[in-house]
């Protein structure tokens, strides 16, 4: 791409928005590892669910959702809007509970809910793995989308992309720790909006001037639409070639927001596997069945219940509400433009071979982009690698530190010399997802292998927060039997697709680990008792424990709701989806006017559930206010 000196100055100035500001909070966040970890817990709700947001809006994601365009249709996305229902349990039934347990981070969980050396194995064990491996992994994934966007736009090979951006974000994460972190992401958050809606926009101009002889952006979606309303994609999951064909019912139709159900392996992959099991039985960051990893650190950040559950609540909206469209428009363009990877390479023909790929589409349209939003795009796929590693090395380094090192190494050191170690940890950190990220293709390839790992035990992280049976023995078994079935299955069933593998993973997990809560050790009746009087959970796995703790079944049912927390649930879901597909066919429309009925449906839909949604979070948050004066007055008593 030419890219002239104004856009090098818009880039450079993006930078400086971002990051200048973080520079100042590294005093207070050296002060201690609550400061450097976790804020001091003074996080408002609007700042914890902006940094959510564009943590989970890294430079991987535009090209993961092109990829899924490009070879499933927009009905690919399913494998990711599915877990609408998993946030939104996170938000009604968990937020709370996270920040009433008090831990800093999600593994100290492990001793206040568990006891013994078993609670212990779990959390040291758990340290490492996610921490250093999962964590690394993940950051290995967004590098490698770093460096797919750079060896397109700049010819950068992997090696100076690494160098650059580690060098950047490294800084800055052990400089200012998750205050800077969460400055950052709110900043940066602005700046990607802004830079992929210019992607989305400048896409229609190129394809209005492609196939109407008119560059108009608005004239290019109503051609898009009409284009691609003739488009499938062809039988087989494997095969991403969009094809022309009528309505055969033969392949999937692009445009399409649900799958064609006739093609039974899609289908399964795209559509049943995510919305039936996968957002209650897989672990996975940023979705976790019941809250965890960076979400949980900013749950447990945040000031109080009532922020905890707020910030929860926006990220879930905007994640899945304000950003796909953009990037979808952007993929469905890339089809008319480079509607093969040899046209993407023909287009490139200095870019890496090895590295092009359907996600390579996204920054591949980039270069319709006219002088200064170039600038702009260089410094929001800057932000959006930033915002997504720094948060994964402020979160990795908080386990290495806090719940591995301080905890079984050296455990009487001052508070300076365990935030300098978290600084230490962060540049090891970046080092080990650097070279993890040579060795990766795709950033679908990295999701399956983040979805096996995980498989069967999103149950679990559910459960332990409503049954007292589950135990850290019933944790150890499921991580072993998801890590061994990840690599048996697969073996033990060759040529069978992802889906049937995980189902039988899923299966073979969950049985294991019942089996041990029934079977198996189970936790100390002092630290149930303990855990009970702190937390307060609901439901009838507690009952004993509640009586033997003096908690009554209606100061429970008061500090919970779980009636208002179910009735939120479902009217969140409702509001995301409706609203997701409601902008989709308002925007299908113009080009497709038999859209016109289905977009007003929906939008009658999110107004009458948007309703029921407010008055159920501000019952909650009334109620969670109540709770934290109770709590306070009991404190001071």
């Given at each position: 791409?030419?890219?002239?000196?104004?856009?090098?100055?818009?880039?450079g100035?993006?930078?400086?928005?971002?990051?200048?500001?973080a520079?100042?909070?590294?005093?207070?966040?050296?002060?201690?590892?609550?400061?450097f970890?976790?804020?001091?817990?003074?996080?408002?709700?609007?700042?914890?669910?902006?940094?959510?947001?564009?943590?989970?809006?890294?430079?991987?994601?535009?090209?993961?959702?092109?990829?899924?365009?490009?070879?499933?249709?927009?009905?690919?996305?399913?494998?990711?809007?599915?877990?609408?229902?998993?946030?939104?349990?996170?938000?009604?039934?968990?937020?709370?509970?996270?920040?009433?347990?008090?831990?800093?981070?999600?593994?100290?969980?492990?001793?206040?809910?568990?006891?013994?050396?078993?609670?212990?194995?779990?959390r040291?064990?758990?340290?490492?793995?996610?921490?250093?491996?999962?964590?690394?992994?993940i950051?290995?994934?967004?590098?490698?989308?770093?460096?797919?966007?750079?060896?397109?736009l700049?010819?950068?090979?992997?090696?100076?992309?690494?160098?650059?951006?580690?060098?950047?974000?490294?800084?800055?994460?052990?400089?200012?720790?998750?205050?800077?972190?969460?400055?950052?992401?709110?900043?940066?958050?602005?700046?990607?909006?802004?830079?992929?809606?210019?992607?989305?926009?400048?896409?229609?101009?190129?394809?209005?001037?492609?196939?109407?002889?008119?560059?108009?952006?608005?004239?290019?979606?109503?051609?898009?639409?009409?284009?691609?309303?003739?488009?499938?994609?062809?039988?087989?999951?494997?095969?991403?070639?969009?094809?022309?064909?009528?309505s055969?019912?033969?392949?999937?139709?692009?445009?399409?927001?649900?799958?064609?159900?006739?093609?039974?392996?899609?289908?399964?992959?795209?559509?049943?596997?995510?919305?039936?099991?996968?957002?209650?039985?897989?672990?996975?960051p940023?979705?976790?069945?019941?809250?965890?990893?960076?979400?949980?650190?900013?749950m447990?950040?945040?000031?109080?219940?009532?922020?905890?559950?707020?910030?929860?609540?926006?990220?879930?909206?905007?994640?899945?509400?304000?950003?796909?469209?953009?990037?979808?428009?952007?993929?469905?363009?890339?089809?008319?433009?480079?509607?093969?990877?040899?046209?993407?390479?023909?287009?490139?023909?200095?870019?890496?071979?090895?590295?092009?790929?359907?996600?390579?589409?996204?920054?591949?349209?980039?270069?319709?982009?006219?002088?200064?939003?170039?600038?702009?795009?260089?410094?929001g796929?800057?932000?959006?690698?930033?915002?997504?590693?720094?948060?994964?090395?402020?979160?990795?380094?908080?386990?290495?530190?806090?719940?591995?090192?301080?905890?079984?190494?050296?455990?009487?050191?001052?508070?300076?010399?365990?935030?300098?170690?978290?600084?230490?940890?962060?540049?090891?950190?970046?080092?080990?997802?650097?070279?993890?990220?040579?060795?990766?293709?795709?950033?679908?390839?990295?999701?399956?292998?983040?979805l096996?790992?995980?498989?069967?035990?999103?149950?679990?992280?559910?459960?332990?927060?409503?049954?007292?049976?589950v135990?850290a023995?019933?944790?150890?078994?499921?991580?072993?039997?998801?890590?061994?079935?990840?690599?048996?299955?697969?073996?033990?069933?060759?040529?069978?697709?992802?889906?049937?593998?995980?189902?039988?993973?899923?299966?073979?997990?969950?049985?294991?680990?019942?089996?041990?809560?029934?079977?198996?050790?189970?936790?100390?009746?002092?630290?149930?008792?303990?855990?009970?009087?702190?937390?307060?959970?609901?439901?009838?796995?507690?009952t004993?424990?509640?009586?033997?703790a003096?908690?009554s079944?209606?100061?429970?049912a008061?500090?919970?709701?779980?009636?208002?927390?179910?009735?939120?649930?479902?009217?969140?879901?409702?509001?995301?989806?409706?609203?997701?597909?409601?902008?989709?066919?308002?925007l299908?429309?113009?080009?497709?006017?038999?859209?016109?009925?289905?977009?007003?449906?929906?939008?009658?839909?999110?107004?009458?559930?948007?309703?029921?949604?407010?008055?159920?979070?501000?019952?909650?948050?009334?109620?969670?206010?109540?709770?934290?004066?109770?709590?306070?007055?009991?404190?001071?008593?």
């Amino acid at each position: 791409m030419n890219i002239s000196w104004i856009d090098w100055v818009i880039a450079g100035a993006t930078i400086l928005v971002c990051f200048l500001p973080a520079l100042f909070l590294a005093r207070r966040s050296a002060t201690s590892t609550t400061e450097f970890f976790a804020s001091g817990r003074s996080v408002p709700w609007w700042l914890a669910g902006l940094s959510m947001v564009a943590t989970t809006f890294s430079s991987d994601t535009p090209n993961w959702v092109t990829e899924q365009v490009r070879r499933y249709g927009v009905a690919g996305n399913w494998q990711w809007w599915a877990f609408v229902l998993t946030g939104l349990a996170t938000v009604f039934f968990f937020a709370r509970l996270w920040r009433r347990s008090g831990v800093m981070t999600d593994l100290e969980f492990y001793e206040h809910r568990y006891s013994g050396r078993s609670a212990s194995m779990v959390r040291g064990f758990r340290a490492i793995y996610l921490g250093l491996f999962f964590n690394c992994f993940i950051m290995g994934t967004v590098t490698l989308a770093a460096c797919k966007i750079a060896n397109i736009l700049f010819g950068m090979p992997a090696w100076q992309t690494i160098l650059v951006t580690g060098v950047l974000n490294v800084a800055f994460a052990a400089h200012s720790g998750l205050w800077g972190v969460l400055v950052i992401d709110m900043i940066q958050f602005f700046i990607k909006m802004t830079a992929v809606f210019a992607a989305a926009w400048f896409s229609l101009v190129e394809v209005g001037r492609r196939l109407g002889g008119d560059a108009s952006g608005w004239l290019g979606l109503k051609l898009l639409v009409g284009k691609l309303s003739t488009l499938q994609v062809v039988q087989g999951v494997g095969n991403a070639q969009p094809v022309m064909s009528p309505s055969d019912g033969s392949g999937q139709p692009i445009l399409d927001m649900l799958p064609n159900f006739g093609m039974s392996e899609l289908a399964l992959m795209i559509f049943i596997l995510p919305i039936g099991i996968s957002w209650w039985a897989n672990w996975y960051p940023g979705a976790e069945p019941g809250g965890g990893s960076y979400i949980a650190q900013r749950m447990l950040a945040s000031k109080s219940e009532k922020d905890a559950l707020g910030g929860t609540l926006f990220f879930n909206i905007a994640h899945y509400v304000l950003r796909p469209w953009p990037w979808i428009i952007t993929a469905l363009c890339s089809i008319i433009v480079y509607p093969d990877l040899a046209s993407i390479q023909s287009a490139f023909p200095n870019a890496d071979a090895s590295l092009i790929g359907h996600d390579s589409a996204f920054p591949a349209m980039l270069k319709f982009l006219p002088v200064g939003f170039v600038g702009l795009m260089i410094g929001g796929l800057l932000a959006a690698n930033s915002s997504t590693i720094l948060t994964h090395l402020n979160w990795g380094s908080s386990y290495l530190i806090h719940d591995f090192y301080r905890r079984f190494i050296r455990k009487d050191a001052s508070e300076t010399h365990y935030v300098n170690a978290g600084r230490v940890a962060t540049i090891f950190l970046y080092v080990v997802a650097a070279l993890l990220s040579l060795g990766m293709t795709s950033a679908q390839q990295a999701f399956q292998v983040l979805l096996s790992i995980g498989a069967g035990t999103g149950l679990l992280y559910i459960a332990r927060w409503f049954w007292w049976r589950v135990s850290a023995w019933c944790e150890i078994v499921a991580m072993a039997a998801s890590l061994i079935t990840a690599v048996a299955v697969p073996y033990l069933m060759p040529g069978v697709g992802f889906a049937t593998v995980t189902i039988v993973q899923v299966g073979i997990t969950t049985v294991a680990w019942l089996l041990t809560a029934f079977i198996g050790p189970t936790t100390d009746r002092a630290t149930l008792i303990s855990f009970v009087q702190k937390v307060k959970p609901a439901g009838p796995g507690w009952t004993d424990i509640r009586a033997a703790a003096g908690i009554s079944d209606g100061e429970v049912a008061q500090e919970n709701r779980i009636g208002a927390a179910f009735t939120g649930w479902i009217a969140g879901c409702i509001v995301i989806w409706s609203s997701l597909f409601a902008i989709g066919n308002f925007l299908y429309a113009p080009g497709d006017p038999s859209r016109w009925p289905a977009a007003w449906m929906l939008l009658g839909v999110f107004v009458v559930s948007g309703v029921v949604l407010l008055r159920v979070t501000k019952q909650l948050w009334a109620d969670s206010t109540a709770s934290q004066a109770r709590a306070d007055a009991r404190a001071a008593a």
